[in-house]
């Protein structure tokens, strides 16, 4: 053999080498994808809840906060849908209230909803003064909201990749049920707008070609010291899915190894209800960490955009990791043959010829 083509034999095994290594870097890679959200968008998104008042049903507050959402999700995902009913309850009076619905890839039939409550508490029953006041409710209600809507922008930028439909849902009348002696609006139960949604639901899709895949919950999700809690009510596998990929991206002491365990009166029973593996992404706000639940502290002051970096961060991986079209496993096996036969047959004809 002459010296030349032994040359080319050699760049010929690199060259293959070189394109076996490419394809199945991409394919056998943890992470085909950049992590996009943006803690500051998350936090200017909570000052503008803010900015409109106190988000309590009846309020011109309330009203002017449903409107800006449905514009900001407009913004981000294929339809905007509104769930507008009334809550009444015993003689007191009637109270307009809306859900607003974003729904994202609307072309696939499997639907995973991320849902946060946007309503804020009527009173401040665990503060010291002004108890039958208002709170901001900037964590409590504000944060969700804000994760959610950069979830959608980030989200968006990836739909081509998704193989499933994602709802943005922003639940009304969460917050204004009963504790320590005092009604958020009177005579109302926690988590009544889930309800009345959920009861409606079949206004907003087709049951005959779509179902749900799962429902993940955040709230009270802006707050320093994150550490979210194991929730007695959800799904196990969703909660160590999401638990998993908090830790992977280093974020342990918000996801630990043993959270404490507590059961949730929230948006997600519903879900549950109607038969959803569900999670309620939360923190311990009885005896915890962040102490201003349920005061006039709920407060911008009190928000740390390195949590709404960790939240958001880690469903937005969990979503691309779990979601991302993908090939059938049957192709990564011709895939890998393919490489081990690319490989070795160059090599074998080197040798041979170099003999
Ligand atoms: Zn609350």
Redesign the pocket.
């Known amino acids: 053999m002459g010296k030349l083509s032994l040359i080319s034999n050699e760049i010929y095994t690199i060259l293959i080498l070189a394109l076996v290594l490419g394809l199945d870097f991409p394919l056998t890679s943890a992470n085909l994808f950049t992590l996009d959200f943006n803690e500051t968008n998350a936090y200017n998104h909570i000052s503008t809840q803010l900015d409109f008042g106190f988000r309590v049903p009846g309020t011109a507050s309330h009203n002017n906060c449903a409107d800006w959402i449905g514009g900001q999700i407009g913004i981000y995902t294929d339809e905007v849908m509104i769930h507008d009913y009334s809550i009444q309850i015993g003689e007191q009076p009637s109270y307009f209230c809306q859900d607003i619905l974003g729904k994202l890839n609307t072309e696939k039939n499997k639907i995973v909803i991320l849902g946060a409550h946007w309503d804020s ?1 009527n009173v401040a029953e665990k503060d010291t003064y002004n108890q039958s006041q208002p709170i901001p ?1 900037a964590n ?2 504000g944060s969700g909201v804000a994760v959610l809507i950069e979830l959608a922008r980030v989200l968006s930028l990836y739909k081509d990749n998704l193989d499933c439909q994602i709802w943005f849902l922003f639940i009304d009348a ?2 204004q049920g009963y504790s320590r002696g005092m009604y958020g609006l009177e005579y109302w139960d926690w988590s009544e707008g889930s309800r009345v949604f959920v009861d409606d639901i079949d206004e907003f899709y087709d049951s005959s070609a779509e179902n749900f895949d799962s429902f993940i919950l955040l ?2 999700v802006g707050g320093s010291n994150l550490q979210f809690i194991r929730e007695a009510n959800s799904d196990s596998n969703l909660h160590n899915r999401i638990f998993r990929e908090g830790q992977k991206l280093g974020y342990s002491s918000a996801f630990p190894e043993n959270p404490t365990v507590m059961s949730i009166i929230d948006d997600h029973i519903a879900f549950k209800d109607f038969g959803m593996p569900v999670i309620d992404l939360i923190i311990d ?1 009885v005896n915890g960490e962040w102490e201003y ?2 005061t006039h502290s709920d407060n911008l002051e009190n928000i740390d955009p390195e949590s709404l970096k960790i939240t958001g961060q880690t469903v937005e991986s969990y979503m691309k990791n779990f979601y991302t079209v993908g090939f059938p496993v049957w192709a990564y096996f011709v895939i890998i043959l393919g490489s081990i036969i690319l490989v070795i047959i160059p090599i074998v004809l080197l040798f041979r010829k170099r003999r």
Request: net charge negative.
């Open positions: 508490r409710g409590d209600g969460e917050d709230d009270m706000f639940h349920h």
